[in-house]
């Protein structure tokens, strides 16, 4: 295996970024090291960014919601002059695989809209405080603050020169939260989207590009006196105390697998597989909030939450041959139900909310993964309310129906809860239960009389929980048939069919960024007109200009 | 018909590109004159703007006898937009289009990077007289203070052929663009200039001279590299405009050698024999010969850095595009595509400066500052020649350009001027040898004192050998007024 990329990092181990703390105010400051790139062949010039970059930028603003939730507002800002940043690297890109490529853009998607999220989520408002150059992914992180304000320098500029200068899309968002969120006009985003220079000033405003300009010679005084503006206006409650985020538990074996406190990874390589099991709580859930949050990041639904996050991401960049994740749990559904009852009780604390909203983000994350997913529903397990959550974000799912000879496990069951119906929204903005039952709301609504009590399969089948029971006689034929089936298929095929099956349903900024300007981003960066060794984004930085086929598709 | 050679008056704009009868950009351009007006006046101390001034303008582009010299209120000068003769059946010297016929209008795929590159020229114009508008206060003759107004009211020519092009061919955009010029203001911290160099005063006259050696050189190269343009009107503007910039550099070159002139003769004069006694040379109110190449080592390592990077894909797509050539670019005799060419560069493995073989394309910028150095390696001769005549045993040297650097590989990085990696401490103790210090500029100022008596030179200047336009010795090259 190729160098595994680490998904974990401190703000020790920082190279890219600093936050200075200021009461509610935290100072976030990009400042590439060139040199610091994940990977040779590219030097990370003029605040450019590669997935390394990214991954401490995840970091920050995770640590800023568990570690630091007295900060009100962020002010992201360029640690350089003369650049705020100027997006992802194009040499890395050109030297990039397809599937590198198209892994990298997903998570700083992630990333984004949960800084974007942040304000909505956690009363953490970012700034994107710009000062210098702000092109393409550079203005794609500007655009995922909440607010953004320009220098007036007559030189600083915003832009998004992808289309013009390399032959792709600023895929990161910037397309759709042009007109989406900053309601820019199509026409003036067509514009906008063509000229390399970008566009600076009272232009910039004029155009919803930025929400202000600021003259240069006070810019820093205006930004902190918005912040601090921000931070006053905040809704969000102040002197709140942080947990820290202590390492997580984790080794890897020699044949891939992966061993947390509370999930295992086991591959199977020749089958294109890595089963994914989830341990249930050994204790009772924490008395109160006040014991919970002295377990911090130890505390049961907090570690599994970023245990899992760290499984997924992983099985996503460093195992992208197996095509197949198998869910599985075990443990005491009862416990579960306790542990999330305690943070959906007090969803007014700060700790319980930001532990529900990560777990929203974790699920998220599975929607998201380009593999077939598929959850097993044995004996033992505790699938109940946000872990019941697994079910519906999986393609199938598989349950035990009564015993199993010399299976002296409790039998399967399910168990629905409150969160289930609206605590961990998808992408489109709908509960995975509504989602699943789309256009069928009275299914919903029955489900809803269900919440509480262990659903044994028959039950979960004819609710529409799982895809199929099976009893002792089939559960091992048809499971393995099912898996070796799935495994034989057409990668490209299945990721395709399964993303349009995930997200019935509105369209959201969210689903059109993972969707539609995802999917025409990655068909761009097949096409040689990019890709090509003529293409532009492989001639960029030579000197020549891409030679395209002028044919339209 | 329409007079391309000589400047037509019938417009408030002098030019020789038929105005009068292009009524949009003349319109644009009246437009945009009060404002370039009114930035001129508040720059330059007010006696000054209404002093009477010896200078030339522009009357021809024909290159025997193109100025004609008179004295003029600088407010009054006529600037105008002059372009050189159009030469029939031009082609595009360089790159992908190398052959075709050059453009006559904006072709559109160019027309950002086009923009780009007239904006970022027209924006070092008038930095250099901003940076150099308090300079007249302390000129130590009229004669210097006449060649600084000729090169600032040069300059502010320069400023309007810019403008004209962004006037003429890049539509509102290219109007925007003219007014932030104005905008713009060197060392502001509103709207500073777009490149480092041109945002640091130019606080003596010392440093007036090497700037204008040395910085204004780098425009000369920028000017050589447009001018080999395959857009047509900004190779026609650009070759003017390098005719003017001789005498720039003329003012700096001269200048420096005049300095050293007195030097030398003022030690000759009381026997001081050791170049490096300073305290003594100084104390003959001189300027000794290590400053001079102190001053020299920063003016020539700031220039270096406006080549920008080592290896710069802008400058590579210029290049391609036709847009930019090299210097000289139709005197040499390669395929003038260059895409499989390659071209040695400084880079930096394992701390040491190392040359090392990229793609030609991707080192145009390296290309041009080596032909640069080449250039401004002349002019540092010919000072010599001075010093060696007196027998003084010193040498002027161009440092490394690993030296000093804030721009490409050796930016910020510790090396000592003949390209040494060095200590942070032997850096430190070096410094005050290689680098001018405050000490010495406190030094230099305090000659500072203006000289404006017809004919007389502070005493830390030589005279010139000739006067301009072969003026005598006590010709009045400025009509003071005396407020
Ligand atoms: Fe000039
Ligand atoms: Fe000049």
Redesign the pocket.
């Known amino acids: 295996m190729s160098q595994r990329i680490d998904f974990q990092t401190d703000p020790t181990r920082y190279r890219h970024w600093r936050v200075e703390y200021d009461g509610e105010v935290a100072n976030l400051y990009m400042d590439v090291d060139e040199k610091g790139g994940l990977f040779p062949g590219y030097e990370l010039k003029l605040n450019s960014y590669d997935l390394g970059v990214d991954i401490e930028l995840a970091d920050i603003v995770q640590r800023m919601r568990f570690e630091h939730p007295e900060v009100k507002v962020v002010v992201m800002q360029s640690g350089k002059d003369k650049v705020f940043c100027a997006g992802a690297n194009i040499r890395m890109l050109g030297g990039a695989s397809h599937a590198h490529k198209v892994n990298f853009c997903k998570f700083t998607n992630e990333t984004r809209n949960t800084f974007e999220a942040a304000e909505a989520d956690s009363g953490q408002k970012y700034i994107a405080a710009v000062k210098g150059s702000c092109a393409g992914g550079g203005y794609e992180l500007a655009l995922a603050c909440n607010h953004i304000i320009l220098t007036n320098d007559s030189t600083s500029s915003v832009a998004l020169p992808e289309v013009p200068l390399l032959a792709v899309l600023p895929g990161t968002g910037g397309l759709t939260r042009v007109t989406d969120k900053r309601k820019v006009r199509r026409d003036l985003a067509d514009v906008f989207c063509s000229v390399e220079e970008g566009v600076r000033g009272q232009r910039a405003v004029d155009w919803k590009l930025v929400d202000e300009i600021a003259p240069n010679s006070k810019f820093d005084e205006v930004v902190q006196e918005r912040a601090r503006k921000f931070a006053a206006a905040s809704a969000k409650p102040s002197g709140l105390k942080g947990i820290v985020l202590e390492p997580i538990s984790r080794s890897f074996g020699e044949d891939g697998s992966v061993i947390y406190s509370l999930v295992e990874v086991a591959v199977d390589r020749d089958a294109g597989r890595a089963t994914i099991t989830v341990k249930g709580p050994d204790e009772d859930a924490p008395a109160d909030m006040d014991a919970l949050q002295s377990q911090g990041s130890q505390a049961w639904i907090l570690r599994l939450a970023r245990e899992l996050d760290d499984a997924i991401l992983h099985l996503r960049l460093n195992e992208r041959e197996l095509g197949l994740i198998v869910f599985q749990t075990q443990g005491d559904p009862v416990r579960v139900l306790a542990h999330e009852k305690l943070l959906l009780d007090n969803s007014g604390n700060w700790l319980a909310n930001e532990i529900l909203q990560y777990w929203k983000r974790v699920l998220k994350r599975i929607d998201m993964t380009s593999r077939s997913l598929v959850a097993l529903v044995e004996h033992g397990s505790c699938y109940a309310g946000v872990l019941a959550e697994l079910l519906w974000a999986v393609d199938r799912s598989y349950m035990m129906l009564e015993e199993f000879e010399g299976d002296n496990r409790p039998l399967a069951s399910i168990t629905l809860s409150d969160g289930n119906f609206g605590t961990y929204p998808m992408g489109n903005d709908l509960s995975r239960l509504e989602t699943r039952f789309w256009g069928d709301l009275d299914a919903v609504e029955t489900l809803k009389e269900h919440v509480g009590r262990p659903l044994e399969a028959e039950d979960a089948e004819e609710l529409g929980l799982v895809t199929y029971a099976y009893d002792d006689i089939d559960w091992e034929d048809e499971v393995r048939i099912f898996l070796e089936e799935r495994a034989s298929f057409s990668p490209d095929a299945m990721t395709g069919m399964e993303a349009n099956l995930r997200f019935a349903g509105p369209e959201t900024m969210e689903t059109r960024i993972f969707g539609r300007l995802t999917a025409w981003q990655n068909w761009i960066f097949q096409r040689p007109n990019a890709v090509g060794p003529e293409g532009a984004l492989q001639r960029y930085g030579t000197g020549l200009r891409g030679e395209y086929n002028m044919e339209r598709v | 018909m329409l007079d391309l050679i000589n400047v037509s008056y019938d417009t408030q704009i002098p030019n020789n590109v038929g105005l009068s009868q292009d009524k949009k950009v003349l319109k644009a351009l009246e437009k945009w004159h009060p404002g370039y007006i009114d930035w001129w006046n508040k720059l330059i101390p007010q006696n000054f703007q209404e002093s009477l001034v010896y200078l030339r303008t522009a009357v021809s582009v024909d290159p025997k006898g193109w100025a004609k010299f008179d004295y003029v209120k600088m407010p009054e000068y006529r600037w105008g937009v002059l372009l050189a003769p159009q030469v029939e059946e031009r082609v595009i010297p360089c790159g992908e289009h190398a052959g075709q016929p050059a453009w006559q209008e904006v072709p559109g795929e160019y027309r950002n990077l086009l923009k780009r590159l007239i904006v970022i020229?027209g924006d070092?114009?008038p930095a250099?007289v901003e940076q150099q508008r308090l300079l007249a206060l302390t000129a130590p003759s009229l004669y210097d203070m006449r060649n600084l107004f000729q090169?600032n009211v040069?300059?502010g020519?320069?400023?309007w052929a810019m403008v004209y092009l962004l006037h003429k061919y890049f539509g509102r955009d290219g109007r925007e663009e003219a007014d932030d010029l104005l905008r713009r203001q060197s060392g502001s911290e509103e709207a500073p200039r777009m490149l480092g160099a041109f945002n640091e005063e130019t606080p003596d006259w010392l440093s007036f001279f090497m700037f204008t050696y040395f910085t204004?050189r780098d425009?000369?190269m920028q000017?050589e590299s447009l001018a080999q343009s395959g857009f047509d009107p900004l190779s026609r503007t650009c070759r003017f405009?390098l005719t003017?910039?001789a005498h720039?550099m003329f003012v700096g070159e001269t200048g420096v050698g005049r300095i050293v002139q007195k030097t030398c003769e003022v030690m000759k004069e009381n026997g001081i024999e050791d170049p490096f006694d300073v305290g003594k040379i100084r104390d003959l109110g001189v300027i000794d010969l290590p400053t001079v190449q102190k001053k020299l080592n920063l003016h020539y390592t700031l220039s270096l850095d406006l080549f920008g990077q080592e290896v710069s894909t802008n400058a590579a797509n210029a290049f391609n595009a036709g847009i930019k050539g090299r210097y000289m670019e139709n005197r040499l005799t390669d395929d003038h595509r260059l895409q499989q060419d390659t071209y040695t560069v400084w880079d930096l493995e394992d701390g040491k400066a190392v040359q090392k073989e990229v793609p030609a394309l991707t080192a145009i910028n390296m290309r041009l500052r080596d032909d640069y150095t080449k250039d401004a390696a002349g002019g540092v001769g010919r000072w010599n020649k001075i010093i060696e005549k007196f027998g003084i045993d010193f040498e002027l040297k161009l440092p490394h350009e690993a030296f000093n650097r804030k721009i490409g590989v050796f930016a910020d990085k510790l090396f000592d001027p003949d390209g040494k990696v060095v200590s942070g401490a032997d850096y430190d103790k070096g410094l005050p040898e290689w680098l001018p210090t405050h000490a010495d500029g406190d030094f230099i100022q305090s000659l500072m004192k203006p000289c404006y008596e017809p004919g007389q030179y502070a005493r830390w200047i030589a005279p010139p050998k000739v006067g301009i336009d072969n003026k005598p010795g006590d010709f009045e090259y400025v009509k003071l007024h005396m407020a």
């Open positions: 020229q070092t114009e250099s090169v040069e300059e020519r320069h400023l204004d425009g000369k000017l405009m003017e910039e720039h």
